[in-house]
């Protein structure tokens, strides 16, 4: 696709539930990041994918987070028993492989946890 | 390990006038630098990078920064900003050749343009 698409946009879920964010990242990009975002708060690195293998998943806060890329493509962020504290813009990136060449993002899906 | 320091949480300054975003990293290896301007509702947009070669460098929209190494900065400056300038900016440090292409943030600036 033309840029990183992010799906839901807003997604908002009761505490304890599961939810997954979708990326679909820049056709040929191999390096994918997904960051999250809190409010007033830079962007925090979560994990990154060099192809289909997590090369970097020291971000990621617990074990219930959790990401896949399967085919080297599209990713999916997983998050098991949600709390109020994971509420953030969680953001995904990609690159052509080293970042030489900037890193691009997508809009981001707002997660809310009620 | 890296990181970014981004000293000003907000900067007020009125249409027309300059500003200087001032953005510090530190770094073990050589770096890669980036600013990233984020609007409101909107996902991160690269204004401008520096990767290797000529120390400064300009985005499309008048903006330029410069790679210090000495002072380890890249702050970010325009001559005469405009009301639609107004959003957050991000300030980004990655390694270069043998460090980490994982970028590490700075919690940004909120630059305010007042008319």
């Known amino acids: 696709g033309a840029g990183v698409s992010q799906t839901p946009s807003n997604k908002v879920t009761e505490k304890g539930k599961y939810v997954e964010l979708r990326c679909d990242p820049i056709?040929?990009?191999?390096?994918l990041y997904w960051y999250r975002q809190s409010l007033g708060q830079g962007p925090e690195f979560l994990i990154y994918?060099?192809?289909?293998?997590?090369?970097?998943d020291s971000g990621l806060p617990n074990d219930r987070f959790f990401a896949v890329r399967p085919e080297g493509s599209v990713s999916t962020l997983k998050i098991q028993r949600t709390e109020r504290g994971d509420s953030a813009v969680y953001l995904c990136?990609?690159?052509?492989?080293?970042?030489?060449?900037?890193?691009?993002f997508g809009s981001g899906t707002r997660l809310t946890v009620v | 390990a890296q990181s970014v320091t981004q000293l000003d949480s907000q900067v007020p300054v009125f249409e027309e006038a300059p500003v200087e975003l001032r953005c510090n990293y530190s770094s073990s290896v050589s770096v890669y630098l980036f600013w990233y301007v984020q609007y409101p509702n909107q996902g991160l947009q690269l204004l401008l990078k520096y990767l290797s070669g000529s120390t400064l460098v300009e985005s499309i929209n008048g903006f330029e920064a410069e790679f210090n190494k000495s002072q380890t900065s890249f702050h970010l400056r325009k001559p005469s900003v405009h009301i639609s300038d107004t959003a957050e900016y991000f300030c980004?440090?990655?390694?270069?050749?043998?460090?980490?292409?994982?970028?590490?943030f700075g919690r940004g600036t909120s630059l305010i343009v007042h008319p």
């Open positions: 990136a990609s690159s052509l492989s080293g970042g030489n060449y900037g890193y691009t």
């Open positions: 056709s040929g990009h191999t390096a």
């Open positions: 994918f060099q192809g289909t293998g997590a090369a970097d």
């Open positions: 980004a440090v990655s390694g270069g050749s043998g460090g980490s292409y994982i970028p590490t």
